[in-house]
């Protein structure tokens, strides 16, 4: 009872702390950015699984890849730096490379131009995942280019104008947001906002908490956002080579706020939103995918990256003016593999069969109109009902996979031996050892184009 009442007083008073910052003149009511004077270099980032720790992300060559330059445009997102100043940054570490930046001028060359980089004065709003539990994927319903996800994550943003309020909590004690959320005078862009891009979500399963931490060791204050729910994701599927098909599953988290230049001068400054993931994501991918409860796939690979996402559209102050928006996404791709024994036992195998019987009529002397006809036909008419008993495992697409390709050419070959025995009803007449011959290369030249064909179908 006494440690619930100590929690309850350190969190009121972190409260009265904040709503009792004087409301600024300007009317510029802080969200916990941070006053910047850079180059406003900012690389990619990847997990190192061996040290467990966050690096840079680097090509084949070592170098490191940019994720953007803010003042220098011309640097392209995802070139490979090379050199700071003349000096070759492969085999620098991550802080040495950082010192390089450290500087008010610096020369950065790619692979194809060098350029001037020049420091200039930005807010940085930080935020970061801290974990992202995915709890299940349901349903992957490749026809309908949808899948369904259930989640877990959290989302922190420092608020460094909030670290006397902070010391206040108690160390990772965590109280939370609501009563400041109500308040006109203050402001945490932490709210109540979606993160997981989305075309729907089971309402009666969403859970959000908005809280406020203060980590002692760190002596920083956080607003922490953590929701959790069952989502529907829209993706593009290619099925081109269905039933072995290969997808990525592409789940995307998007910041409160983008990346804006204020070229219009409609913001006291420029200003970045940052948004990376935590070591925990990485770790939780990969525990996903080692306890992942698929039936229909099987998860090959997970990775997570950072990519600008941008868009157009009119502007917030002038709707005349068409801006572009950018945000720094954060990008979880899930790579997932068919299991084929249902499609290759129900369908591949049967249609096959079929076919055998159709093909079987060719061992049957070319004069024997009758029999190799009521096999033939049979055997064709057996194809095309087993083709609806099949026909809602297949999707409908303005395309055709691989299977699609598998089940007419099974059709063109089921019909072959009946057009064949047509016309050697007319060729026995005339030269019966003709048609014996014929009969014979057809048989071993059908064999190996079918053979051939289906290779060519499922490999390509």
């Known amino acids: 009872m006494c440690s619930q009442q100590l929690v309850a007083s350190e969190c009121e008073n972190f409260e009265n702390k904040v709503l009792s910052i004087p409301y600024p003149e300007n009317g510029m009511v802080t969200a916990g950015e941070q006053a910047r004077n850079d180059l406003g270099i900012f690389f990619h980032q990847e997990y190192d699984y061996d040290k467990d720790v966050i690096k840079i992300k680097r090509d084949k060559n070592n170098y490191p890849i940019l994720k953007f330059s803010f003042f220098e445009k011309n640097l392209e997102p995802s070139s490979s730096i090379i050199k700071i100043d003349e000096q070759d940054i492969s085999k620098l570490t991550k802080n040495e490379i950082e010192n390089l930046l450290d500087k008010k001028e610096v020369k950065i060359s790619t692979l194809q131009e060098s350029y001037v980089v020049k420091a200039d004065k930005y807010d940085l709003y930080p935020f970061e995942l801290e974990f992202f539990n995915i709890t299940a994927i349901d349903e992957i319903k490749t026809k309908e280019g949808e899948f369904t996800l259930d989640y877990n994550f959290q989302v922190s943003h420092e608020r460094p104008d909030w670290i006397e309020a902070g010391r206040e909590i108690g160390n990772f004690t965590y109280c939370s947001l609501e009563k400041i959320h109500e308040s006109n005078k203050i402001f945490s862009p932490i709210g109540d906002y979606e993160y997981l891009v989305q075309i729907g979500y089971d309402q009666d399963k969403s859970f959000a908490a908005y809280e406020q931490s203060y980590y002692a060791d760190l002596d920083k204050t956080y607003s922490l956002a953590t929701r959790s729910g069952v989502a529907r994701i829209k993706s593009d599927f290619n099925l081109k080579k269905f039933p072995f098909d290969e997808q990525v599953l592409i789940i995307e988290l998007f910041p409160p706020y983008g990346i804006v230049y204020n070229e219009d001068n409609y913001y006291p400054k420029p200003f970045i939103t ?23 796939w099987t998860v090959k690979k997970t990775e997570i990256d950072n990519i600008l996402y941008k868009t157009k559209s009119a502007s917030l102050f002038d709707r005349s003016k068409i801006k572009e928006a950018i945000e720094d996404r954060i990008q979880i791709k899930i790579t997932v593999e068919r299991n084929i024994n249902y499609f290759i036992f129900k369908i591949i195998i049967p249609v096959f069969l079929i076919l055998s019987i159709a093909w079987s009529v060719m061992w049957i002397p070319p004069n024997q109109v009758e029999s190799r006809l009521t096999t033939s036909i049979v055997a064709l008419l057996a194809l095309i009902a087993y083709n609806f008993v099949f026909n809602e495992d297949i999707p409908k697409l303005s395309y055709l996979t691989s299977l699609d390709r598998y089940i007419l050419l099974s059709y063109l070959f089921c019909a072959i031996p009946t057009f064949l025995t047509i016309y050697f009803s007319r060729l026995t007449k005339k030269d019966y050892k003709i048609a014996i011959a014929i009969n014979k290369k057809s048989r071993l030249f059908g064999i190996i184009i079918y053979l051939v064909s289906i290779i060519i179908i499922f490999t390509i």
Do not use: A, C, G, T
């Open 274 to 296: 940052s948004f990376v993931p935590r070591n925990n994501v990485y770790l939780d991918l990969i525990k996903y995918k080692n306890e992942n409860f698929l039936k229909e």
